[in-house]
């Protein structure tokens, strides 16, 4: 068990308590058993990004608190040099890295999106997730297969994909070689906060 994941989980803790949001309410939010969500406040799993974005709304802090435990400070401009992205690794085969964890109170999240590729997922059906609002997928590399509902089309480097992502979607690297994209999450706007 890493460090980082035992530092991820106190944080979810802790912020879920101070902020009076029983472990049922969380669970439900972040579409998981209260068994789940409760192995994943004690450290014992790793956290899917979906779970992350959706933990970050309702406890209605930035992302980068949960992630870093510092807050973003930045309100003109945010430059993430190469390689400096905060780092997710929560999905088999997906590491996600957060471009604009600096920039405070965003609209939205920008992800560079490493993508292995695996045959064995690559032959299955697309595992499937949703948050609120809206989502850009732009492929820089390699070809990725992605569901919306019932629709599914690969896209090659050079296409892109906008889509509600209230709706249940999901990716896998295809075509036999890794893939890389931009992913751009935006929020809800007409409940930002994920707050009821």
Request: glycine share 10%.
């Amino acid at each position: 068990m890493s460090s980082e994941l035992q530092e991820f989980a106190g944080r979810l803790r802790s912020l879920r308590e101070l902020s009076d949001i029983t472990v049922e309410e969380m669970a439900e939010v972040c579409g998981v058993t209260v068994e789940e969500y409760l192995n994943c406040e004690e450290g014992k799993h790793d956290f899917p990004f979906t779970f992350i974005y959706k933990a970050a709304q309702k406890l209605g802090v930035d992302m980068a608190d949960l992630l870093t435990g510092e807050g973003p400070r930045l309100s003109l401009m945010s430059v993430v040099r190469a390689g400096e992205g905060v780092q997710i690794k929560r999905q088999k085969g997906l590491n996600y890295f957060n471009l604009g964890y600096h920039f405070k109170n965003r609209y939205a999240e920008p992800f560079l999106v490493e993508g292995k590729y695996d045959p064995e997922l690559d032959n299955q059906p697309v595992p499937l997730v949703y948050h609120e609002g809206q989502e850009f997928d732009y492929v820089l590399k390699g070809h990725l297969r992605i569901r919306v509902d019932q629709n599914e089309v690969i896209l090659h480097p050079g296409d892109a994909i906008y889509f509600d992502s209230g709706h249940p979607h999901g990716n896998v690297p295809t075509g036999g070689e890794d893939c890389l994209f931009l992913a751009v999450v935006i929020k809800d706007m007409e409940n930002p906060d994920g707050k009821e």
